[in-house]
């Protein structure tokens, strides 16, 4: 299992400091970091190895805790401590700040852009999650602050293809919501987590969510729409949420993030105990009791807790990871033989 | 009869005198911990109490028994504290476990995870502050704030 995951390099993305996130641009040649050092930096290949091709630094006051890019890969935008949220504009290697959205009380913890390219969601340790408009002038607008959980909400991630949004919080509960009568509701709350939700990715299809939890869990959750088979109840035309799995046992400490490959389904996760852990859907599971198997467990996959892992959305089984130790490595996941 | 339970009494010694041989190597275990978890308390008794001037030992918020430390690894070990506030005071108990939480991540010299709590029974919303404390996003942020930084930094000075 050691050798389903093989290190392709590592490079020193945030020194002295710790490097928090990490975002694949669309066409998966670039790699956005950022860190407690304030500053983004943008990795590509130049033959076998990784180098940094541009660097942001001006912009925050404090920690950047998250970057994303946008659908068309033109914007990326930064989600920092220091309560704002950068929009920023590619122009080749240059980054040209185009906006900063303020209006939280405190930090920003996430920020995720909608697969339409059209909407823009942050969240806070105010306990809100906003919801912003951009428009074809490059305008943003706030057009929603949804104040559904009662403490710090850590992520926001959008459903591959459709609108809807998914927050996970402090509180233990992760989120749904979606747009309904011009005004954005939450539609439904997910409990079972113990602690603090950290993160959560869709699987490609859209129908499952999966969340890691500082209960040291990761859990699977599974859509039900109304009349469906399973008898599973819904209220009104809202879908519901059930979870059909939880893989407890594996991680010995929080799991900071997790990554579900959109193109070939593996789901990796980044835990406080320096590992990286790959886990794979057993061929014949009953999709309403799915059931996964750990097909990758790579030990001091950095010498600190692994902060974020990200699957390149080109290419198959290329995986990058940040690490409290200021490091990004990358990784060439295989499938092992025999599963 | 005799030769079976001769045989059998002979098994036995011979797996108690196995189990004397290995004793050395497992009491060798207790006392590294207890090393490193010395190691820890000389680092956090000199750290000052942010409303008054006297160190944490001195005000009895923590003591040698108040830190454990369990072998994680060959190289990495668990180090884990409960300290006991003297208020009920809800901020200053989160004060103090931030003050715990930098002094070792920038003075412990051997590789560890740290865990911090309040010790139980001491205050009404121990739960709060030691999901608070631990977290290491809330601590990242608390130390960016200048003000809070401040108070910290004095607290942790090493005495000359």
Redesign the interface.
């Known amino acids: 299992m050691k050798d389903s995951l093989v290190l392709l390099g590592r490079v020193p993305a945030h020194p002295d400091s710790?490097c928090w996130f990490l975002a694949w641009n669309p066409a998966g040649t670039l790699l956005a970091s950022c860190g407690?050092d304030r500053r983004i930096r943008i990795w590509g290949t130049e033959g076998d190895s990784w180098i940094c091709k541009s660097v942001i630094s001006e912009g925050h006051q404090?920690?950047v805790?998250k970057v994303a890019w946008s659908p068309c890969g033109n914007y990326l935008a930064s989600a920092s401590?220091d309560a704002t949220t950068c929009i920023w504009k590619k122009n080749q290697d240059d980054f040209e700040c185009v906006t900063t959205l303020e209006g939280h009380e405190?930090?920003v913890?996430s920020v995720a852009w909608a697969p339409s390219g059209n909407l823009l969601a942050t969240c806070s340790?105010d306990k809100s999650v906003w919801v912003w408009e951009v428009d074809e002038e490059d305008e943003y607008e706030c057009v929603s602050v949804l104040n559904s959980h009662t403490q710090?909400v850590?992520h926001v991630v959008w459903h591959p293809s459709q609108e809807l949004l998914a927050s996970a919080s402090?509180d233990d509960t992760v989120k749904l919501y979606r747009e309904e009568e011009d005004d954005w509701v939450c539609c439904a709350t997910l409990e079972g987590h113990e602690?603090?939700v950290w993160s959560l990715a869709f699987d490609p299809s859209g129908q499952r969510l999966a969340s890691c939890s500082?209960d040291r869990t990761v859990r699977i959750w599974r859509q039900y729409l109304p009349g469906n088979e399973q008898g599973v109840a819904c209220s009104g035309s809202d879908p519901s949420w059930k979870c059909v799995c939880t893989l407890s046992g594996f991680h010995s400490?929080t799991i900071y993030d997790i990554a579900w490959c959109q193109l070939t389904g593996a789901l990796a996760t980044a835990c406080?105990?320096d590992a990286i852990r790959v886990f794979e859907e057993d061929p014949n599971s009953d999709p309403q009791q799915p059931t996964f198997s750990l097909t990758a467990h790579l030990h001091q996959a950095h010498?600190q807790?692994v902060n974020c892992v990200a699957w390149n959305p080109k290419e198959p089984g290329l995986l990058a990871s940040c690490s409290?130790d200021g490091e990004v490595a990358f990784w060439k996941y295989q499938r092992p033989e025999g599963l | 009869m005799q030769r079976v339970s001769g045989l059998l009494s002979w098994t036995l010694s011979r797996v108690l005198w196995l189990s004397g041989l290995s004793e050395p190597g497992a009491a060798r275990q207790p006392r590294i911990m207890e090393e490193k978890a010395l190691e820890v308390y000389d680092l956090i008794r000199t750290i000052r109490d942010p409303e008054k001037p006297s160190t944490l030992e001195e005000l009895e918020v923590v003591s040698e028994s108040c830190v454990e430390v369990q072998e994680?690894n060959e190289e990495e070990y668990l180090v884990i504290i409960r300290f006991t506030p003297t208020v009920p005071h809800c901020s200053l108990a989160t004060l103090i476990g931030l003050c715990l939480r930098v002094k070792l991540q920038r003075c412990l010299p051997f590789?560890h995870?740290l865990e911090i709590y309040i010790s139980e029974g001491t205050h009404s919303t121990e739960e709060d502050i030691n999901?608070q404390i631990n977290?290491?996003?809330?601590v990242?942020?608390a130390m960016?704030n200048p003000n809070l930084r401040e108070i910290v930094e004095q607290c942790v000075l090493e005495p000359d």
């Open positions: 710790r407690g404090r920690t805790r401590f405190n930090e913890k340790r710090d850590k402090y602690s603090t500082d400490r406080g105990d010498s807790d409290d | 994680i590789k995870k999901k977290d290491k996003e809330r990242a942020a960016e």
